[in-house]
């Protein structure tokens, strides 16, 4: 396109993350863009000390990228959109969505178990509270326990014995090439559902660079966007952000979005779950770039279905997840 400015892309040094810096790479070197990697070490990889729902909210593996962007050394960030924090930060915007991976969550066990079958007692690891909550509401006998690191660390701990099975999310898998002959089980959507954003990329510029927004835009899938939107109006309402173990799974089907919600006790013992939705045409749906009063009726689904899980005592439920 004649265009000489090179793109710099700031990323996460993980392999996960550098597969996808390089990916919207590809995709933006296909539309005639010049771009090239930088990676940033954030907060988040090196405090091994949080658990892995606190990284969130507090935005420790974007914060550092996002301040890059601000300051003009990179144009570009490429986020997992379930670690970027639903509050928007003055000067940059969420340019584009790509198309969603798998949405869900994969458990990989010793012996393929299936979860199902494990003994009581049996020791399952997970980072994240939204998924210990949940395993604990459908095996309220089993160990949950913390597990850090990338999946590649957690598979060998897994392996030498750490554990008797391990709880991933299958978009991950999937891009790292590990394939579903090495997995046991999908646990979506009957036990797990996922975190907001989860199987998404979100992919930031700054609010005032059209020169970047007008290849980046290009990138977005608009039924993905919606579903992100929707999920992450929810979770700011809520005021979930926290350690609160809160999932969400939003989805186009025919004619509809629809905005399936839970809220658990980070026990397991409390759970509730309410599906909402709203009437989005599939023509509406794929129009790019999507019409603002369309990304308003996503986000207005989240707000009201957060709504009446507050009625119903979310609330009370992630308060109790914030108190030690």
């Known amino acids: 396109m004649g265009n000489r400015r090179t793109f710099r892309i700031g990323t996460r040094r993980s392999a996960l993350a550098q597969w996808q810096a390089v990916w919207v790479a590809e995709q933006l070197q296909s539309l005639g863009a010049t771009v090239e990697l930088v990676p940033m070490v954030t907060e988040g990889d090196r405090r091994q000390d949080l658990q892995a ?10 914060r550092e990228i996002q301040k890059a962007l601000l300051e003009n050394q990179v144009d570009i960030a490429v986020h997992s959109l379930k670690d970027l924090p639903t509050q928007p930060v003055d000067g940059l915007i969420l ?83 590990i394939s579903e ?72 089907e025919q004619n509809q979005l629809l905005l399936t919600g839970r809220v658990l006790h980070s026990t397991g013992q409390q759970m509730l779950q309410l599906t909402e939705s709203v009437e ?23 707000r009201r279905l957060a709504d009446l899980l507050l009625a119903q005592g979310a609330d009370q439920l992630i308060q109790a997840s914030r108190t030690p």
């Not at 990284?55 to 974007?62: A, D, E, K, P």
């Not at 090495?182 to 907001?196: D, I, N, Y």
């Open 181 to 252: 002959s090495e997995w046991t089980e999908r646990l979506f959507p009957a036990v797990l559902l996922p975190a907001v954003g989860q199987g998404a990329l979100g992919v930031e510029i700054r609010a005032d660079d059209s020169e970047t927004a007008s290849f980046v835009r290009q990138l977005d899938h608009p039924p993905s966007h919606l579903a992100a939107a929707a999920e992450r109006a929810m979770l700011a309402h809520l005021h979930g952000g926290c350690l609160a173990p809160v999932a969400a799974w939003a989805r186009m």
């Open 95 to 177: 340019a584009a969505v790509p198309r969603r991976g798998p949405v869900g969550d994969v458990l990989i066990s010793r012996g393929g178990i299936r979860l199902a079958d494990m003994p009581p007692g049996a020791v399952l690891g997970t980072g994240s509270l939204r998924r210990q909550a949940q395993l604990l509401h459908a095996r309220p006998d089993l160990q949950i326990v913390s597990v850090r690191g990338n999946v590649d660390t957690r598979i060998r701990k897994l392996q030498a014995g750490q554990y008797d099975g391990i709880v991933l999310a299958e978009a991950g898998l999937s891009r790292l090439g």
């Open 53 to 62: 729902d606190a990284w969130t909210s507090r935005g420790v593996f974007t």
């Open 280 to 302: 989005i045409s599939v023509d509406q749906a794929s129009s790019a770039p999507l019409e603002a009063e369309v990304f308003q009726k996503a986000v207005d689904l989240g």
